[in-house]
């Protein structure tokens, strides 16, 4: 359903990731792992469309996602390391505004709900930011923003998610939470790819593992 063909891609000048041939089927995670500067946010910024592919093509559903990026983008949520948040709004306005901009699917979520309010309530208290809803984010911890940020993944339906390190400043009930979110995600028959530093634990076994290495790609 999401297949990387042949995947190059270069940045100034200088090829960073190649060859990166795999398929990622409903259900399943990828997780993408290397030493600092080894290539991941490049990846995963190339396969949300975000840096062009110097070779090979990146396919959704069976298209080439430059043929229907409209098609792609409608179902992909992409979390980067800046969150993709602003600072200015609460919590709450950060996450109806993704909401409007098509981030996360309104109404309900993924949990089958269909009162917008009553999820937000719901996913509110799992992330614990309940009473932080009308907290400007600019008065927020970093693991409180990447709460904000990944919150909206769980206000949405989008069936791809592409996460760069999503458990950075993650406390440990914090990490427990998200990988339960992933959990359910997959599941329900959603796709995670994510970098990761530390493996992510999921109870769902289906997980395949991309090592960037000088060597080349190595999938297990
Ligand atoms: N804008 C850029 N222009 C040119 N080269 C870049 C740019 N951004 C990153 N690079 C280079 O691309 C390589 C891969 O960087 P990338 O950020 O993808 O690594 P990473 O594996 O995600 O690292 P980390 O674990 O530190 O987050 C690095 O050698 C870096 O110097």
Redesign the pocket.
Known sequence: MYSIEQLAVE??G?T?VSGIDLSIEPGWALQIH?A???????LLSALAGLLPLARGRVCWRGDDVRRAPRQFRSELAYVGHANGVSDDLTVLENIRFAALLGTADAPGGNDGSNDPASHEDKVLEQTGLHALRHTRLSRLSQGQRRRVALARLMLGRKPLWLLDEPGDALDASATDWFTACVDTHLRAGGIVAL?T?RPLESGAARTRHLY?ERSGACLK
């Open positions: 940045r100034g200088r960073i290397g600092n500067g080894s290539g991941k946010t490049t970098t530093h960037l």
